[in-house]
């Protein structure tokens, strides 16, 4: 019997026998059977990491040496940034837009990028292969003296602005 049930002060309990109310775990905790419907785990345990995802520069390296694919490719919008804001806005987004192609190859072809792996590699590859490549384009459509013309995109300018 419990020496709340005994009805002696709560907080006299020996150390051996601890009340409900102290036990260091919610309740809620305990609430459900994750396996039965509706039940839930109470904690997390792991999530997995996207495929790719470990060390590029093996576990024994340095911090930066294991991330360098991730660190390629922010140093090439870094440089691309500054160029575009030192007044060379053509050749600024084409740097930026190269760097984020370079990571989409990267992520293609390595087998560990480190951070530079995000979702799955599908996806990784889609998603800055398309930033990069329209980052390019507008950069090389960009007024004036435009490199690459788009006639229907004249076409439409023209049209909405009439």
């Known amino acids: ?39 839930r785990p109470a904690v997390t345990t792991s999530t997995p990491r996207p495929e790719g995802a470990g060390p590029a520069g093996g576990d024994d390296a340095p911090g930066p040496a294991r991330q360098w694919p991730i660190l390629l490719v922010v140093l090439g919008v870094a440089i691309g940034l500054i160029i575009t804001a030192t007044g060379s806005f053509r050749p600024g987004t084409l740097v930026i837009g190269a760097s984020l192609l370079a990571g989409a190859g990267l992520r293609w072809g390595l087998a560990k990028v480190g951070m530079l792996a995000v979702r799955s590699r599908f996806t990784d590859v889609l998603t800055y292969g398309v930033l990069g490549l329209a980052i390019v384009l507008l950069a090389l459509m960009a007024q004036p003296d435009p490199l690459i013309r788009v006639p229907f995109l004249e076409d439409i300018i023209h049209f909405s602005v009439r």
Not at 19 to 39: F, I, K, L, N, V
Request: net charge negative; glycine share 8%; aromatic share 6%.
């Open 1 to 39: 019997m419990s020496a709340e049930a005994a009805g002696a002060d709560p907080t006299s309990s020996s150390p051996a026998e601890e009340p409900a109310w102290r036990s260091p775990e919610p309740a809620w905790r305990h609430a459900r059977d994750p396996r039965q419907p509706g039940g």
